[in-house]
């Protein structure tokens, strides 16, 4: 399923280079259907497992809702740099989730 959809990914971004707008709906979509499918289906053995790639996947579409940013949807400079704050801070709790749950493992 990760490899599927990494796939997809990038088949969306070529195959709609020059629709960056659609690109952000679709990576949006997709990933909530992930989301839907960890909830449902619970593809992991242990439910820790299970809860830390929802949480991963809940980061990441916050991620992906500040991508308007990149998309050009959004032309007031104060508001580009709002979106661009909160994104950076969004991938650094998406970093920082990540390095605490891999030295939880580790330790």
């Known amino acids: 399923m990760f490899l599927l959809r990494r796939t997809l990914f990038v088949a969306l971004t070529f195959g709609l280079y020059d629709y960056p707008g659609i690109q952000c709906h679709l990576f949006i979509v997709v990933t909530l259907m992930q989301i839907a499918?960890?909830?449902?289906?619970?593809?992991?053995?242990?439910?820790?497992?299970?809860?830390?790639?929802?949480?991963?996947?809940?980061?990441f579409l916050l991620?992906?809702?500040?991508?308007?940013?990149?998309?050009?949807?959004?032309?007031?400079?104060?508001?580009k740099k709002y979106i661009g704050i909160?994104?950076?801070s969004f991938v650094g709790l998406l970093l920082l989730f990540n390095m605490l749950v891999i030295g939880s493992v580790t330790i």
């Open 37 to 59: 499918y960890l909830c449902y289906a619970e593809p992991h053995e242990q439910r820790l497992t299970g809860v830390c790639e929802v949480i991963n996947e809940v980061i």
């Open 63 to 79: 991620v992906l809702y500040h991508f308007v940013l990149f998309a050009k949807l959004v032309h007031e400079p104060n508001m």
């Open 86 to 88: 909160s994104c950076i």
